[in-house]
């Protein structure tokens, strides 16, 4: 069965300090993609930022980078300079092959909390 | 437009009413999902729409009816339901399904309270 695994329920950070954020994965597949996704309180989930497995350059969006180990299978999100703004449950997912579609399968998230 | 939208915001209703959900994107995408999210945990996946037709249903209960009149609209049509269906439904979309690369739109959902 192909898992996600988010093992920090809750992570703090203070403004303008960096974190990261961990997750690993499991999956057989071998042209994939993964997604960080945000979901602030109350508001829509959105993606983050995604990383082509192919690819060996970690992917950077602004403030937001992984740490994409394929072989440690391994899918760490950095974020830098945090803002009160992303405090937010963060969930991981990797596609899960389902028949002849790919769903996604979340992590259990982690909590994000920003301290002024 | 990389929006998808969700009718009703709120929804509360009694173990005896009939209502439906309602979601709609623009973006040409061909598959749809609904999705049962309850607080701090991740989505959990009830139905697939792939081209218009229904092509994974996680033995969600049939109290809970899906609907794709079109490539661009997903119905949820909810009947005799429980008070442990109160939760938030999510909807989301993506360009495909048919390969591991797809990223997914999420809607606003829509906090279902059963009474």
């Known amino acids: 069965a192909q898992t996600v695994t988010q093992s920090q329920p809750e992570m703090s950070v203070q403004e303008a300090e960096t974190v990261t954020l961990s997750c690993t994965y499991d999956?057989?597949?071998?042209?994939?993609?993964l997604f960080w996704y945000k979901q602030p309180p109350s508001r829509q989930m959105i993606l983050v930022i995604r990383?082509?497995?192919?690819?060996?350059q970690n992917a950077t969006e602004n403030r937001f980078s992984v740490n994409f180990q394929k072989a440690a299978k391994s899918f760490s999100l950095k974020i830098s300079d945090s803002q009160l703004g992303d405090a937010a449950m963060y969930f991981c997912?990797?596609?899960?092959?389902?028949?002849?579609?790919?769903?996604?399968?979340f992590g259990r998230g982690t909590s994000l909390i920003v301290h002024p | 437009d990389t929006e998808v939208t969700q009718t009703p915001k709120h929804l509360v209703m009694g173990m005896t009413n009939k209502k439906s959900l309602k979601c709609e994107q623009h973006?040409?995408?061909?598959?749809m999902y609904w999705y049962k999210q309850k607080a701090k945990k991740p989505p959990e996946l009830m139905f697939v729409?792939?081209?218009?037709?229904?092509?994974i249903n996680e033995s969600v209960p049939s109290r809970f009816s899906p609907e794709c009149p079109n490539s661009s609209l997903l119905n949820l049509h909810l009947h005799a339901l429980q008070p442990e269906d109160s939760a938030l439904y999510l909807c989301?979309?993506?360009?495909?399904?048919?390969?591991?690369?797809?990223?997914?739109?999420f809607g606003p959902g829509t906090r279902l309270t059963v009474t």
């Open positions: 997912a990797s596609p899960k092959r389902s028949g002849g579609s790919y769903i996604p399968t």
């Open positions: 729409y792939s081209y218009e037709k229904l092509s």
């Open positions: 989301a979309s993506s360009a495909g399904s048919g390969r591991a690369v797809y990223e997914q739109y």
């Open positions: 973006m040409g995408h061909r598959a």
């Open positions: 999956t057989s597949e071998s042209d994939y993609y």
């Open positions: 990383q082509e497995a192919y690819k060996q």
